[in-house]
């Protein structure tokens, strides 16, 4: 948002200075992007008189000219036509930067001449586009700064530009009166009120308008217009142009100046028909789709069904709200017109012009939204500016729906600023600022001006009161402390186990992926996906289903991986599963999997293929990480993604189960496109049982200096035991003094005979409070071989 200085202060009495207001619209949240200081670059520049003028000897269209400047007499050569004896002018002197030609000026020779410097046109200084002669002032005096004498008779062409940024809850700062009124709110000045008298109809206007009942609700709720006979188009005054031109606006012609005049104004977009071109009543109707206009830019829209438009009895002729129509535009013969203001509602206005590609100071505002309750009221204002400029009279007004009033309420609690923001305001001055943007007051209950959409609660009347009196006069002050000694933790228990468990599995090598919550219909089938987990509006096919586990995600992405010729790789990704559609139907899970070989190959034949022995180390590293129990059962009976054999469960009994790790059923790879073998872990944080104790601390360390005992077993089973459970038998036999049980060998077949194998254990005992004896050691050992043959059925190896 652009506007000058002084057009400005058409609508605030100040005399704050350029930086004084850049600074106050910065702090009142209009942020200052630019000031264009138009005076700065003509600074050097200054006047001066031609004492003479003779042609020059090489040169027809040359004049050798001795000029009187500050600096003395000096020669400058000139080829405009109007250089000539006793006319006062603008010098640039050697050294100068001539911002129109991009040049510094310099002394040099033109056909053996020297010329020092050079007078200047407006098109060299930028001024404007004329370049037909060197300027030629009126009056002024030899030696004077030609930017003072700009500021005494022309000031408009050195006023500064101010540039904002106008955030999307702002519309009403889309106008020059808005912005004036924030800073008249803020002390900088006093705002000058719209002072907008009614034109008078001099005669019933010949065209009508009507709205479509079905846009009345959602799309255009008022629509006012007036035909204005016996204008003359030519060019718009001066001033006019100038404020246009100096905000990036080309002035094209008077009708159309007004109407851009108002667009920045007073936030009012208004557009002119030629009433000449307009057959019959103008109507305001959804397109049916198919129907083409030339716009005003050249191009011509084809619009799609539902659109809307402004149409006569021909057909289109504009786009409602964004442009207008090239077959209905103004033109220089123009001699009647209808002017139209209307209110469109803001979001029809954006999906529209989202759909055409089409851009517009109009559509800008309006779908931003304007000042519903000003429809009218604009039209009054840019009536009697077209009369003025251009002559003519104006007919009667018509009108078709009525303005669009949402009246609001809000409680003013006057204690809420200090509350929320931290300043501490009288309550009248905290009214006096609402007043003074435009609200009205009842009682406790502030009614939001209709120019202010954004203010939707008594938060927004807060920051309003901050905002004006200015967030920078905050004041740092320390909070009183509420309670003593360090305050208890923030993160949950879980939250805490998910933080532990992914620094574990990134300090196991593993890197870490993050994929979407959603899996296709398959996946979710292969991993046990519950129909509840179907989504009804899908983004796309291949995200139809909640994904129930975290194994499609990394399964995918090892697919991506290998394809691209990485085989050897560990991810892990942390995350919820879902196993149904409600609230807390779902897990979080951690996990993980390991592809290809432990590292690349090498003369040493270091380099092997993933087991399941090293996907269990990690998954037991993690969960112990993550605060769960040392000693773990492992079990079978996983789900069938896993191979059948070659997995184990992580449990804490046979219904807690912590975690699975294994190895993937090789048609889980199939399906997902994935060469294997593949490990891999799924582990459940929340399962994950609360520290008995609460304390921050960790226990002290037990330790023992009495030497510990190990003694071997070896077990006659049948095949089919299972080593774990030999395991947990022996590990049952004394718990105080049995400290750890491993297996280290087996054999099957040969001698033992078929169906038969054998099994070695190692057992570590730890004593306590005394050295064992042998006869303490061989009770142990006895109970050992009694609990595993009560457990298994095994005898002792002979």
């Known amino acids: 948002m652009k506007f000058t200085l002084s057009w400005l202060k058409e609508h605030l009495e100040t005399d704050a200075s350029v930086d004084e207001i850049a600074e106050t619209l910065t702090d009142l949240g209009l942020e200052v992007e630019e000031i264009e200081d138009r005076a700065a670059r003509l600074k050097d520049f200054t006047i001066g008189k031609v004492l003479k003028a003779e042609k020059h000897p090489d040169a027809d269209r040359l004049r050798v000219c001795q000029v009187a400047t500050d600096q003395g007499e000096k020669q400058i050569i000139c080829g405009a036509p ?14 100068v930067y001539v911002p129109g030609i991009d040049t510094t000026i310099g002394v040099g020779k033109i056909r053996g001449i020297e010329s020092h410097g050079m007078m200047a046109s407006e098109r060299e200084m930028e001024l ?15 030696g004077e700064r030609f930017i003072d004498w700009l500021a005494e008779h022309d000031p408009a062409k050195v006023d500064p530009v101010i540039e904002i940024a106008i955030t999307p809850n702002r519309p009403d700062a889309l106008g020059i009166h808005g912005i004036a009124r924030d800073l008249a709110a803020r002390g900088i000045g006093t705002l000058k009120p719209l002072e907008i008298e009614p034109v008078p109809g001099a005669f019933p206007s010949p065209i009508g308008v009507k709205i479509d009942a079905a846009l009345k609700a959602e799309g255009c709720p008022h629509f006012t217009g007036r035909v204005i006979r016996g204008v003359k188009n030519g060019s718009s005054p001066q001033w006019l142009q100038d404020r246009l031109k100096a905000i990036g606006l080309r002035p094209i012609s008077a009708l159309v100046d007004i109407t851009n005049y108002f667009t920045f104004d007073q936030n009012r977009p208004l557009h002119v028909f030629d009433a000449d071109v307009v057959t019959g009543d103008l109507r305001i109707y959804p397109a049916e789709g198919g129907e083409t206009l030339e716009a005003l830019d050249e191009r011509t829209y084809a619009f799609e069904p539902g659109m809307m438009v402004i149409g006569d009895d021909n057909g289109p002729e504009s786009i409602a709200g964004i442009m207008g129509g090239e077959p209905s535009g103004v033109t220089a013969d123009t001699v009647n017109v209808f002017l139209e203001s209307a209110y469109w509602t803001p979001s029809v206005i954006a999906a529209t012009a989202r759909r055409l590609k089409i851009n517009s100071d109009a559509k800008y505002r309006f779908e931003r939204g304007v000042d519903p309750l000003h429809t009218l009221p604009g039209l009054e204002a840019a009536t009697r500016m077209i009369l003025e400029l251009c002559g003519g009279e104006a007919s009667e007004i018509v009108v078709d729906g009525a303005p669009v009033e949402a009246p609001r309420a809000f409680r003013l ?27 009205r007051m009842e009682g406790d209950q502030a009614h939001p001006p209709s120019w202010r959409p954004d203010i939707m609660g008594e938060a927004d009347l807060v920051e309003e009161v901050a905002r004006i ?12 402390r509420v309670s003593a000694g360090v305050p208890k933790p923030i993160l949950t228990p879980t939250q805490m186990r998910e933080t532990a468990g992914r620094r574990a599995a990134a300090a196991l090598g593993y890197n870490e992926i993050v994929s979407y919550s959603f899996v296709d219909e398959a996946s979710a089938a292969l991993f046990g996906g519950e129909a509840a987990c179907r989504l009804e509006n899908p983004i796309s096919s291949e995200m139809s289903h909640m994904r129930p586990n975290l194994m499609p995600g990394l399964l995918a992405a090892a697919a991506r991986n290998q394809a691209r010729g990485f085989t050897d790789f560990a991810l892990f990704e942390v995350g919820p599963g879902f196993h149904g ?9 951690i996990s993980g999997i390991l592809v290809g070989r432990t590292g690349p190959k090498d003369v040493h034949g270091a380099s092997r293929p993933h087991d399941i022995y090293d996907v269990k180390a990690d998954a037991e590293a993690i969960l112990a990480a993550m605060g769960a129990p040392a000693k773990v059962q492992i079990l079978r009976g996983a789900r069938e993604w896993w191979h059948p054999g070659r997995h184990g469960m992580l449990c804490l009994g046979p219904k807690k189960v912590l975690g699975v790790f294994g190895e993937l059923h090789p048609r889980t790879l199939q399906a997902m496109d994935v060469k294997g073998p593949v490990m891999g872990f799924t582990l459940w944080p929340g399962e994950i049982p609360a520290a008995r ?8 360390l037990a330790a023992s200096d009495l030497q510990a005992v190990e003694r071997d077993f070896a077990f006659v089973l049948d095949t089919d035991v299972a080593a774990l459970d030999v395991v947990n038998a022996a590990q ?10 491993r297996v280290f060998d087996e054999f099957v ?7 038969k194998k054998s099994l070695a254990i190692t057992v570590r005992l730890q004593p306590v409070e005394k050295t064992l004896t042998d006869e303490e050691i061989e009770a142990v050992g006895a109970k050992i071989v009694k609990k595993v043959g009560k457990a298994t059925g095994g005898v002792l190896r002979g």
């Open 581 to 589: 559609a409600e609230p807390g139907e779902q897990h979080l899970l």
């Open 693 to 700: 104790s609460k304390g921050t601390t960790k226990p002290a």
């Open 128 to 142: 404007s586009d004329a370049h037909d002669g060197i300027i030629e002032l009126p009056s002024g005096e030899v």
């Open 732 to 741: 049952g036999a004394d718990k105080a003094l049995i400290g750890d049980v």
């Open 413 to 439: 609690d006057t204690d809420r600023v200090t509350s929320l923001v931290g300043m501490d305001i009288p309550a009248e001055t905290q009214r006096g600022t609402l007043e003074a943007l435009g609200f």
């Open 82 to 95: 109007n250089a000539r004896e006793g006319i006062t002018v603008v010098v640039a002197h050697p050294g």
């Open 469 to 480: 009196a200015s967030l920078t006069k905050l004041e740092a002050k320390p909070m009183p």
């Open 749 to 755: 077949g040969g001698s033992l005979g078929e169906g």
